[in-house]
């Protein structure tokens, strides 16, 4: 019922742009913290950037200046916006969020992954 749907990947150039969207749908009270995951093949998933509910953020150092994480909470989504891309960006993004679903009771939500292929 709860889900995070991801939107935003495909396929760009090196130094090209990309923005990634996750919006989060069903019974919903509000959301805390969100953030940006991502993982290449054969390697370790690893945290891009995050977003708490006050709006301080977080970048890994691979992407800060290039990436911009940004939220609408009316719209209950989160984006990532990416510039400067470079192949080691290659990857699955995940988008997970803290979804507050009842009263004193919070939900580790994750979407289901959405490609990013930075080539030339």
């Known amino acids: 019922q709860v889900q995070l749907v991801e939107s935003g990947g495909g396929l760009v150039q090196p130094g090209g742009s990309l923005r990634l969207s996750c919006a989060a749908s069903?019974?919903?009270?509000?959301?805390?913290?969100m953030g940006w995951y991502r993982q290449a093949p054969g390697k370790q998933r690893e945290l891009v950037a995050h977003?708490?509910?006050?709006?301080?953020?977080y970048y890994a150092d691979s992407v800060k200046g290039r990436f911009t994480i940004s939220r609408d909470n009316a719209k209950n989504t989160v984006y990532l916006q990416m510039n400067s891309l470079k192949p080691e960006d290659t990857a699955v993004y995940y988008c997970n969020a803290d979804l507050v679903i009842a009263t004193m009771f919070s939900y580790d939500a994750w979407g289901q992954g959405t490609q990013v292929t930075v080539s030339s």
């Open positions: 977003i708490s509910s006050g709006g301080s953020t």
């Open positions: 069903g019974s919903i009270l509000s959301i805390n913290a």
